[in-house]
């Protein structure tokens, strides 16, 4: 005879690990209601997660110039954090940029024709083997 089906949401809450894990988000997730009641207006939509690892209170926010304006409010951040978790004695403001517009690794661009024989003739004139090389591949990106 089978079990009957259990719900998802049975599994999630009362699982070992997934529950652990579901406790634990819950808890982050608190933990951020509480530090954005903290923040002024215009910086609440931008403090996206909080943990704490140890002894530090962890930030995330959406870009560098909301991580600075969160690093100013750090003090009042920690001193109220501190009623909850009294051994919290640093803040760390982390950047998280979604996988779409993360920076990457921008190809070279070409050279013009003159620079690019210019290159070349000055690897020509290079005597180790390793600079030559790397002159020679950059003289070799004109247009």
Do not use: Y
């Not at 950047?95 to 003739?121: C, D």
């Not at 690897?123 to 083997?129: C, K, L, M, R, V």
Request: hydrophobic share 40%; with cysteine; aromatic share 2%.
């Amino acid at each position: 005879m089978t079990e009957k089906p259990r719900p998802v949401s049975n599994v999630v809450n009362n699982g070992d690990q997934l529950g652990h894990l579901a406790r634990m988000l819950q808890k982050q997730q608190d933990l951020l209601e509480q530090i954005k009641q903290l923040l002024p207006a215009t910086l609440q939509p931008h403090c996206i997660h909080a943990r704490i690892k140890g002894d530090r209170l962890i930030l995330h926010t959406d870009s560098p110039v909301w991580a600075t304006r969160l690093r100013f409010h750090a003090p009042q951040i920690l001193a109220s954090t501190r009623k909850l978790t009294p051994n919290l004695n640093k803040l760390d403001v982390r950047i998280f940029l979604p996988e779409i517009i993360r920076p990457g690794r921008k190809p070279l661009g070409s050279l013009p024709l003159k620079t690019a024989a210019l290159v070349n003739q000055l690897a020509d004139s290079i005597d180790d083997d390793a600079i030559r090389a790397a002159l020679k591949r950059l003289s070799n990106t004109s247009n």
